[in-house]
């Protein structure tokens, strides 16, 4: 009996250990698969692919690539500060874009 709690309590832990760290997992294939819950909800510009920054209103490939290559960014308005984005482009994806800061 005393063997069966212990497995039962080894399960129990490692099912919330494994539970805390799906979700950053799924953000992540998502992200790879394009499958985001939103064609606009909110893009880490450190971390995205380039089909996620696509998605973003009116971000073209060229625009998506240079994001990538300008990488990394302390917040989202160094997209301005090192002229990836002009003001006017920036003003339609802020609202939509976010850096981690943890990752920093």
């Given at each position: 009996?005393?063997?069966?709690?212990?497995?039962?309590?080894?399960?129990?832990?490692?099912?919330?250990?494994?539970?805390?760290?799906?979700?950053?997992?799924?953000r992540a294939f998502d992200d790879i698969m394009d499958r985001g819950d939103d064609d606009r909800s909110?893009?880490?510009?450190?971390?995205?692919?380039?089909?996620?920054?696509?998605?973003?209103?009116?971000?073209?490939?060229?625009?998506?690539?240079?994001?990538?290559?300008?990488?990394?960014?302390?917040?989202?308005?160094?997209?301005?500060?090192?002229?990836?984005?002009?003001?006017?482009?920036?003003?339609?994806?802020?609202?939509?874009?976010?850096?981690?800061?943890?990752?920093?």
């Open positions: 009996m005393r063997k069966q709690k212990v497995c039962l309590a080894a399960v129990a832990v490692l099912a919330t250990a494994l539970s805390s760290g799906c979700s950053s997992m799924e909110r893009v880490e510009l450190n971390s995205a692919g380039r089909k996620r920054l696509r998605s973003l209103p009116g971000i073209s490939d060229d625009e998506a690539d240079r994001i990538m290559a300008n990488r990394p960014y302390e917040n989202r308005r160094d997209l301005v500060r090192k002229r990836v984005l002009s003001e006017d482009e920036f003003e339609r994806v802020k609202d939509y874009v976010y850096v981690d800061q943890e990752k920093n």
